[in-house]
């Protein structure tokens, strides 16, 4: 990816989380106490091993898996873009104990009915797991088949109750300068921010990922909870969720935001749309020699297209 040094922001949306909304939340916590279990509802903080209610043996067969040579675990869980914990393809697992993940909770706000700080379990536990064996197509030219665990992300946000005013969702990723190395480097305007429009979010190849090769995800690969968007550029597939937002614009992210001409919001795969110093046509498969074609939407065009019906792809990319 282009690395830019920006100026950092100053003060943080997280910094300036007002007292009405502080007691709201807490609020909500309170109340959902009361509230039967089984539903979602923004949980109670419960220390401990994020992933430690997780498991691993309910994980089901999907449908929707490609049938491709998996990539080693070794290669998926080395070879990362996490830029909060280092520039480097290494530095992510070198600095993985710098991403403190217990306790875990998610915000959810905007233009939903049931808005709240929810607890990891709550987007677990209600849901099945299923393994989807998904094609991950980085903008740099790589790619690999990883095994991921998780659940359809449009079952977790129908739960929320999404209002018809929300066009859009948007996703944060922790914010903790003082502990990941790589938020000390003005890479990015931090939190690393990405979003999707609802009807993309709702398409049930969208998963939230809480594991790969059946078991937990490894902290450099987003842990305890990333987005996984198949048919979209790697860096759509944000890592470690502390935030939903539903809104009624499409939200900034973070490398549109960095360089609007390079990476687009939509940003599906397309090999006909080269990136601005590289063409997209061909891949390298990582723990592959030769060099393959790469498919529009990443071999996902029959089950997406649709979505995108009408639109220039080659503008809006
Ligand atoms: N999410 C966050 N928060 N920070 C990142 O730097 N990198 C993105 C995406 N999600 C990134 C992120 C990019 S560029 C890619 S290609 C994928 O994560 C890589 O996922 P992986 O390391 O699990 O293969």
Redesign the pocket.
């Known amino acids: ?1 282009l690395i830019k040094i920006r100026r950092k922001h100053d003060v943080t949306e997280n910094d300036t989380t007002g007292e009405l909304v502080y007691r709201r939340r807490r609020d909500f916590i309170r109340a959902s106490t009361a509230v039967a279990a089984g539903a979602l509802i923004p949980g109670l903080m419960i220390p401990g091993n994020s992933n430690a209610s997780i498991d691993f043996s309910a994980v089901v067969k999907s449908k929707y898996s490609v049938k491709q040579k998996k990539t080693s675990y070794e290669a ?1 869980t080395t ?6 914990l280092g520039n480097g393809k290494k530095d ?1 697992k070198i600095n993985a104990d710098r991403l403190k993940t217990s306790p875990w909770s998610i915000t959810v706000e905007g233009k939903c009915n049931k808005p709240g700080q929810y607890h990891l379990e709550d987007f677990v536990s209600p849901y099945q797991l299923e393994e989807r064996v998904y094609p ?1 197509r ?3 030219a790589w790619s ?1 088949v ?1 095994p991921w665990v998780g659940v359809e992300l449009g079952n977790i946000l129908k739960s929320i109750e999404p209002m018809s005013s929300a066009k859009y969702v948007e996703f944060h ?1 922790i914010d903790d300068p003082e502990n990941l190395p790589g938020q000390s480097r003005r890479v990015l305007d931090w939190p ?1 921010k990405e979003g999707l429009r609802i009807d993309e979010a709702m398409h049930p190849l969208a998963i939230l990922a809480v594991g790969l090769y059946g078991k937990e995800l490894p902290n ?3 842990a305890p909870i ?1 987005l996984v968007v198949p048919w979209k ?3 759509k ?4 969720i502390v935030k939903i937002r539903f809104t009624e614009h499409q939200p900034s992210t973070a490398w549109n935001t960095s360089a609007p001409n390079e990476y687009g919001f939509y940003s599906n795969v397309n090999p006909t749309v080269p990136h601005p110093r590289w063409s997209q046509k061909r891949e390298r498969r990582i723990g592959e020699f030769f060099k393959r074609d790469t498919l529009p939407f990443n071999g996902f065009a029959d089950e997406v297209s649709h979505l995108y019906r009408g639109m220039d792809l080659t503008k809006n990319y």
């Open positions: 990816m998926i070879y990362n873009n996490f830029y909060e992510p991950l980085c903008v740099e690999m990883i990723s690393y450099q690969n987003g990333r550029y790697g860096f597939s944000i890592k470690s």
